[in-house]
């Protein structure tokens, strides 16, 4: 097994709204899509985001451009008018997606 | 070429400006470039952040000739003459909490321009702070269980579509100040003025939508919020070109920048801003169109040139979202610095000091501690990734974060870093401190027959 950091095979953008926030992630590769899909799960994203208090992921499929869209809920803790942090858009919260390790030699789905 | 007066021509649209805090110069090459191209060309400046306009309702409150973006004047100045020359219409929504004032304001730099012809339209009715459409209404999904107390209101703006922006355009305007509008109306407008397209034409209105909302951002097209040096490397920050969209009659869509210019459009600079705060991509809700995107074929003709295709339209909401900004209490937030040895655990000791002084003194509120340095912005509210991270850097910087609901608690709570000056670990520096009145923003939905948006044309006898 061979884990490596997700930026190695993707990009990816936040956005928010309100308490919510989305995460475009792009492949680099298409043909790295079909790991990803297997690896990124909707429950790995959620345990991820477990210690702000997200509640809910959905993860949308866009294999036409070698993306994912992932819309976490209730994970800004107030979102940029309510929260104690200092990033309360949830900008640099792309980056700890793309820190999560995935399996490079895993047979993908 | 004026819009409209050959519906089969080639559309421009730029955008000079993608949010209110964007570089005041960006505008100047993408208005060059949509003149040089001689075409049929319009420019958008999307300024209006929800903060924004709930500042700029209470500016308005204390000066009635206030309540718009203080940077339009700055922004426009050097743009609005050679536009209106060109036959290229601007179109903002600088006017924010109240489109009226900033038109007479432009309408007074028109003067100082020697631009008397300079026709200024301001669209209103999306400000219904104070109305009947305030009552009863439904929150959005994201808002569910929020209740609306029509007292607390600061502002009440509802996101209205492309109409108004297009009858001002067909009405003649070198101009289009709105206060309140969905972004990629902006872009939108434009092309129902010149196009003609009906308002039932779901696939177009989708495909206008799309190039909307990848222009409505800016530089976020062009090579902004995207480098990562040596993943994702961007040429010329600097100097970042802003977008211009090449639309077609038939709806299809190009996306480039001006020649010259800083930056790179590529299929993944395209790809981050196409989902940028996007929730389901089969259904973006607008004013004008629900769109899909799931079915679009991304495609790079030419450096810095990318075609858009596939983008699918579905009837219109019957409700438009209103943002609610209602008091949000204070926020009291400090730093203090410390480094070299044993820098953490002063840091640290410093944080555990400041929390039995806020106990001590009986503030309510809830705080928040960084160590900015070792984990700050990933965290949660109650620092379980700073606990679990033994990392130990020679340079760190603490930081309180205290919200409550009145003013002096939060000074008070600011304050105490301050005190660690004295009273704190050794060498601790550089502290700052930062008081902020805070608003707090809902979503509703509100019923389209509760609107009555309205464009009303001014010249230059309405100046400021």
Redesign the interface.
Known sequence: MSTIAL?RLA???A??????L?L?L?AHRAEDWPLLAAQVTEARVLALFA???ATAVRR?D?P????F?F?VEDVL?GG???A????GHG???SF?LLGLEVDQDAPPG | MSLGSDPTALLRIGCGSGFSGDRLDAPGPVADALIAAGGPAALMLEVLG??TLALAQRERLQRPDAGYEPALLDLLRPILGRCAAAGVPIITNGGAANPRGAARAVLGLARELGLPALRVAVVEGDDIRGTDALSDLDPWE??AGAVLVPEQVIAANVYLGAAPIAEALRQGADLVITGRCSDPALALGPMLAHFGWSATDWDRLAAGTMAGHLLECGSQLTGG??A?PG??DIPGMATLGFPIAEIGADGAVLVTKPDGTGGRVDR?TV????????????AYLTPDVVLD??????TEEAPDRVRLS?ARGRPRPDTLKATVSLP?GW?GEGEISYAGPNARARAELAGRTLRERLRHLGLEG???L?L?GVV???????G??REAEAAAPADVRL?L???SEGRAAAERAAREVLSLYCCGPAGGGGVRTRVTD??????FLVPRDRLAPRVSMLSLEDAA
Do not use: C, M, W
Not at chain 1, 84 to 87: A, P, R, V
Not at chain 2, 376 to 382: M, P
């Open positions: 930026h990009h990816a953008r956005g928010d709204k309100g308490n919510r989305n475009a792009v210690h702000r208090g949308h866009l036409g451009l070698q993306a869209n819309v803790q940029v008018n309510g104690l942090n200092l990033d900008k640099t919260l700890l | 929800e903060r994201g808002d919020y995207f990562d993943v994702k993944r790809t981050e801003q196409l989902l940028y705060e996007l929730h389901d991509p089969a995107v799931t079915g679009v074929h991304i596939g949000g926020l809830q705080s928040r960084d900015i700050s912005v990933f965290d949660g509210d109650g379980a990734l930081r974060a205290f919200a805070r608003i707090r923003t809902l979503s």
